[in-house]
């Protein structure tokens, strides 16, 4: 399929708003409920404290079809940084078009840009789509490390 002109932007304060309506849509798909007026003040507030990075994707016609976030983390083995891509989705009447690859992609160059170790991601054991999406696009299956979490 041939892919329309899809511009990458990265949010700022001014315009991160544009990216809260997916935003919503994104948290919903995970079971949460719909709090758009929240959701816009969180990435606001993280765009102000420079807390997280925040790219959209948006058509010729000006319709947002996705977005990424990442958020820094930092190695004190390799003291480098390292980015966490937290959140990563498109609109589903808009997948399949190149918009999660050119996501990628614009992710991929700011780790470069802030001298970062790389990019660290989690997926669901069963989004094969999305493991073969981050796998064709280089990234690769930690096997040899457990992750624990704590609720607190």
């Not at 798909?29 to 807390?51: H, M, N, V, W």
């Not at 980015?83 to 989705?89: E, G, I």
């Not at 970062?116 to 490390?145: C, P, V």
């Amino acid at each position: 399929m041939v892919m329309e002109n899809i511009s990458v932007i990265r949010a700022d304060e001014s315009n991160v708003q544009e990216a809260a309506g997916l935003f919503d849509l994104y948290r919903q798909f995970y079971g949460q409920k719909s709090a758009i007026e929240s959701c816009t003040e969180y990435l606001q507030e993280r765009q102000r404290l420079d807390e997280s990075t925040v790219f959209f994707a948006k058509d010729t016609n000006g319709n947002v079809l996705g977005f990424t976030q990442l958020y820094p983390a930092f190695s004190s083995i390799s003291l480098r940084r390292d980015l966490v891509l937290n959140d990563l989705f498109v609109l589903e009447k808009a997948r399949g078009r190149g918009i999660a690859r050119k996501l990628l992609q614009a992710a991929k160059e700011h780790a470069q840009k802030v001298n970062s170790k790389g990019l660290l991601l989690e997926t669901d054991i069963l989004n094969a789509n999305a493991q073969a999406l981050y796998e064709s696009f280089g990234f690769e299956r930690i096997t040899d490390h457990y992750f624990y979490y704590l609720n607190v």
